[in-house]
């Protein structure tokens, strides 16, 4: 059927609802940013407060989430192409990452964002699955990993 | 022919040229943006002026339109895999909230913004059909819209 | 084979490599930005230095990559699809003008990030790939450039 993606696996549709569900972790950042406004009365359109550590904590928190969701929404459709299950895996890590992160920071002790380090491990495992996509393009590892092995849907 | 999207339908391309139809709002954007740090005098590399809200309210009208570009460049492309001519109406609609946004920001009050708040449909109607894309993709609805209801290219 | 981009032509691997190589000049800028953090005594979640324009020279060289990001993949991955080597060639070219834009953005004199301005050769070479690869989705250039020129492969 045209318009479909039918030269992707199914499991493609794993990778669509994870970036789907960016959408919703970006929407939560932002309300909570919304609501530290009014209660550090932080008007618009200024972006930082001059005396509220805390709010720049809750802003920070949204904007870091924003500055690498280029790279993590690319990284996700990519690299799933190839690798739709382990893809959508790294990507629920990272936003599962990124709620740590937020929750960390917004405790306002910039140094409890690391509570969501583990972020790194979805950015990375991404990282790699993009590698190994454009090379397989290239034809390296076209039959890695082999079918015997049982990994191919992964 | 190989290197061009055989598998999706050709009104793809809409939803290709929305895409590149959002550089020029982001140009149109910075432009502004420029022209007011001349207006403002503020000077590389400040961001935003210590005591000038009305250059404030410009750099905020560019920075939330690049803050939302991510989640909106990929929404539409890949919902309008499988609905191409909704996906770029919706795409359309947003672009045109974003002027609609600025126009109201330039104004030096910042609640004007809300001129644009139809925004929303576009990015809202994209989402939907980012988690119908996903859905198909996983094998539900592949049968909806039904041919026989003429809504198959939509 | 499912799950592999087989309507690409296998020169989307380079496409894909250059775009995962983004990740990396990234990883660059973020790592000057906390050195910078460091030298110039700029605690989180501070985001400029008040006092230090040498600081926001270091942190706008970062930002500005990162608002241009979006539309940068984008264009990548789409108009690659149709034109992958010249694609890979505009991208490294915006990379390489990224790198040396930080640089001289990083002499602390913010008129010297020109000297990567070079990298709107590769920007505006994207958004050409990428409108002609709309226009050839919706059925124009079809057969250009054709076959016989020895173009196909671009």
Request: proline share 4%.
């Amino acid at each position: 059927m045209p318009g479909t993606l039918s030269t992707l696996s199914d499991d493609y549709g794993y990778v669509i609802l994870v970036g789907a569900g960016s959408f919703f972790v970006n929407m939560w950042l932002s309300r909570n940013v919304i609501k530290a406004r009014k209660e550090f009365k932080v008007e618009y359109p200024a972006m930082y407060s001059d005396d509220s550590n805390e709010f720049n904590c809750v802003q920070r928190a949204h904007q870091n989430f924003l500055e690498m969701y280029p790279v993590f929404l690319s990284q996700l459709f990519i690299g799933g192409t190839n690798f739709p299950r382990l893809a959508s895996g790294f990507g629920i890590i990272y936003l599962a990452g990124r709620v740590a992160y937020a929750k960390g920071y917004y405790t306002g002790e910039p140094k409890n964002r690391f509570r969501g380090r583990f972020m790194a491990i979805g950015l990375l495992g991404l990282l790699g699955l993009n590698i190994a996509t454009g090379l397989r393009q290239l034809g390296f590892f076209a039959t890695f990993p082999a079918r015997e092995w049982g990994f191919r849907n992964c």
